[in-house]
Nanobody, 126 residues
Framework: QVQLVETGGGLVQAGDSLRLACAAS????????GGWFRQTPGKEREFVAA????????YYADSVKGRFTISRDNVKNTVYLQMDSLKPEDTAVYYC???????????????????WGQGTQVTVSS
């Protein structure tokens, strides 16, 4: 059974940092492109960041570029999202996702990811 479990969310103040982790079981994360998305009530799921299988390449949404960093530890089967200089508009449920094993390209489209975590709430107060 494949599971992606996000941890690390919480309530912080503007300007603070959080580090989200996404631990995978039932699949080898190192063979899959990983991504982070976020969603607020009434809105569509929004792309945040993606990382290639080796971790050698990353891609970010303009809204988080320079503040967020995606990384991975393939030995631990885990993908991370370091979030610095948080803003109230970053408040959302954050989801990690994994693409199919044979796909090497990063994607900003939620439908192109096969596996999803349950989400973790990030709330940034002003």
């Amino acid at each position: 059974q494949v599971q992606l479990v996000e941890t690390g969310g919480g309530l912080v103040q503007a300007g603070d940092s959080l580090r989200l982790a996404c631990a995978a079981s039932g699949l080898t994360f190192s063979t899959r492109v990983g991504g982070w998305f976020r969603q607020t009530p009434g809105k569509e799921r929004e792309f945040v960041a993606a990382i290639t299988r080796s971790g050698g390449n990353t891609y970010y949404a303009d809204s988080v570029k320079g503040r967020f960093t995606i990384s991975r530890d393939n030995v631990k089967n885990t993908v991370y999202l370091q979030m610095d200089s948080l803003k109230p508009e970053d408040t959302a449920v954050y989801y990690c996702a994994a693409r199919r094993q044979i796909v090497a390209e990063m994607s900003t489209t939620p439908n192109e990811y096969t596996y999803w975590g349950q989400g973790t709430q990030v709330t940034v107060s002003s």
